[in-house]
């Protein structure tokens, strides 16, 4: 079962999240906050982002708002797996 302390989330910082939205590439994007937040499968960012066609082209032609959007509802998804496991 996967486990992840919701305290490494809370290294994703407004920053990173910045750093991310300005990157074209969705895999790119998230590597650095997965990275942070000490999560090693990418199990939840896939569910939350399978809306998204195979080339990612919604994250490509999204503004960085949108992007910022997505991005923390992947974040709060985390935390409430996280939750979950604990």
Same mark, same amino acid.
């Given at each position: 079962?996967?486990? !992840?302390?919701?305290?490494?989330? =809370?290294?994703?910082? /407004?920053?990173?999240? $910045?750093?991310?939205?300005?990157?074209?590439?969705?895999?790119? &994007?998230?590597? /650095? !906050?997965?990275?942070? &937040?000490?999560?090693?499968?990418?199990?939840?960012?896939?569910?939350?982002?399978?809306?998204?066609?195979? $080339?990612?082209?919604?994250?490509? =032609?999204?503004?960085?708002? $949108?992007?910022?959007?997505?991005? !923390?509802?992947?974040?709060?998804? $985390?935390?409430?797996? &996280?939750?979950?496991?604990?």
């Amino acid at each position: 079962m996967r486990t !992840l302390d919701l305290t490494r989330l =809370d290294a994703i910082t /407004p920053e990173l999240i $910045e750093r991310a939205t300005q990157e074209h590439d969705l895999d790119t &994007a998230l590597w /650095p !906050l997965q990275i942070a &937040a000490g999560i090693e499968a990418g199990d939840t960012a896939g569910l939350f982002f399978s809306f998204m066609d195979g $080339e990612n082209s919604q994250w490509f =032609d999204a503004s960085p708002a $949108e992007r910022k959007r997505w991005l !923390l509802g992947w974040i709060g998804l $985390e935390k409430r797996h &996280a939750g979950f496991a604990g």
